[in-house]
Nanobody, 123 residues
């Protein structure tokens, strides 16, 4: 089971980015998916996640209203739309998956992880 993130880059404060998480060799339909990030010198934190099935979502308080997680069943991807980015959002972003219905912002819940994509917000 492999996951690959894409869409990271360098943007200015206030701009947007859309990250994508794509699996290799399986479909995400049966998986709960989470997005995490880790900034230099900081612990990894859960940013958002989406349940498998009823599509319930959870968000880190600091990204509520700015980030949106969504599934695309046709493309077999899970995206994280990030708006109004700030320098505090700078981090490596990872997607993670677990064959389960429930999602959580707790990293150890997940079994499979991607390699990460760098997001840098700077003027």
């Amino acid at each position: 089971v492999q996951l690959e993130e894409s869409g990271g880059g360098l943007v200015q404060p206030g701009q947007s980015l859309r990250l994508s998480c794509a699996p290799s060799g399986f479909t995400l339909d049966d998986y709960a998916i989470g997005w995490f990030r880790q900034a230099p010198g900081k612990e990894r934190e859960g940013v958002s996640c989406v349940w498998n099935g009823d599509e319930s979502t959870h968000y880190l308080d600091s990204v509520k209203g700015r980030f949106t997680i969504s599934r695309d069943y046709v493309k077999n991807t899970v995206s994280l739309e990030m708006r109004d980015l700030t320098p505090e959002d700078t981090a490596v972003y990872y997607c993670a998956a677990r064959l389960a219905q429930r999602c959580t912002l707790n990293g150890p819940w997940y079994d499979y992880w991607g390699q990460g994509t760098q997001v840098t917000v700077s003027s």
